[in-house]
């Protein structure tokens, strides 16, 4: 096939690095955005997510005439849907996968659809979405064949490759990792196969659209209980009075063993999601995995459980002050190190928590961001610099394990008391 025009769908975290790699490999590509001041900002030539590397791709992409942004979708050989794929609330379910973005952005491309396109779900998805895709683009247009009643002959090619990159990482792991791609029949994977040969340096490995699917559900499943296992150990080692991080370092000794570093909790748009688009297919299977998901997910609680220990242990020995006098700063918002994605982030959802419930000052220490969230509850914090915070803080609480916060600890107050969820401090 010849993919002389490509559109992708979502001009996010993943979506924006894929339109910039695809371009720099000089085909034109259309990103496709609802957010206006994303499409004005990568038509500068600008980006509006943090991600090393991609702003020089995109700037020259776009000074070379290679990538432009719209809201609206144009026809293209070649679609690439990288949308949202959040959960709702549905008979007391709080975990149920939300299709909607996948819905509209079918619905968008729909109209411009012509003989000989592929259609791509890149979204992580449940089981089965890349077929309900399908099912909403043929309602949309009756008057072309598709995969699940034509089969080869279809019109339009269908298939589903999940992206499989760390953030932080994107621009070089989109090119080097494999990818695997899960056609709706077996030209449909051929023809997936022969886009991401475009940009893509890794083996392409073809599968079914369900397997292809639940690959990505596995891969970061698999990392989620790994995880969890690490968190619990953590609390049964402060339970009883022993060093995770040396008991870890000791065990992962064993030339079978490889034990995880515990945090605050999972977060990010893979491992923190993944495993319940699994648990929400098969709820009475999934026991393992479900399990996970809870003890992870209940990891930031203890950490705030801990929080409020230590502060009651500031004030004990500082009998003078009470809760208002004690100022606690949090080092770190973002879900994983080096990075400002602050989805699903475990050390957000404890500082707010910290912010809502502490009567005192909370300092917020993060040097990927420039400003914090909009929300009221906000309001009663502060953005600050490390080394104020440093002076000022009674309770520290390392809550990401950023490059900027390595060695802190050679500035704490002699006075205050630390919380450190990630190991930054670790065994001596």
Known sequence: MNFNTISVIGLGYIGLPTAAVIASRRKEVIGVDINQHAVDTINRGDIHIVEPELDMIVHAAVKEGYLRATIKPEAADAFLIAVPTPFKAENGNDHV???????????????????????????????????????????????????????????????????????????????????????MTAKCSEAATELYRIFVEGECITTTARTAEMAKLTENSFRDVNIAFANELSIICDKLDINVWELIRLANRHPRVDILQPGPGVGGHCIAVDPWFIVSETPD?????????????????????????????????????????????????????????????PALRITEHIVAQHPGKVLVVEPNIEKLPKEKLWESSMLVRQEYALDKADVNVILVRHRDFLGIEKHFRSDCITVDAVGLLKAK
């Open 97 to 183: 996968p939300d299709l909607t973005y996948i819905k509209a952005a079918s619905q968008a491309i729909a109209p411009v659809l012509k003989q000989g396109d592929l259609v791509i779900l890149e979204s992580t998805s449940p089981v089965g979405a890349t077929e309900q895709m399908a099912a909403w683009l043929a309602e949309a247009r009756p008057d072309l064949t598709f995969p699940q009643t034509h089969g080869e002959d279809s019109d339009i090619r269908i298939a589903h490759c999940p992206e499989r990159v760390l953030p932080g990482h994107v621009v070089r792991e989109l090119v080097e990792n494999d990818r695997v791609i899960g056609g």
């Open 285 to 345: 299977e999934a026991r393992l995995i479900r399990t996970a998901r809870g003890v992870n997910d209940a990891k930031p609680q203890w950490v705030i459980d801990k929080v409020n220990e230590v502060v009651g242990k500031f004030l004990s020995v500082n009998s003078a002050k009470t809760a208002k006098d004690v100022t606690i700063a949090c080092f770190g918002l973002a879900f994983k190190p080096d990075i400002d994605d602050l989805r699903e982030s």
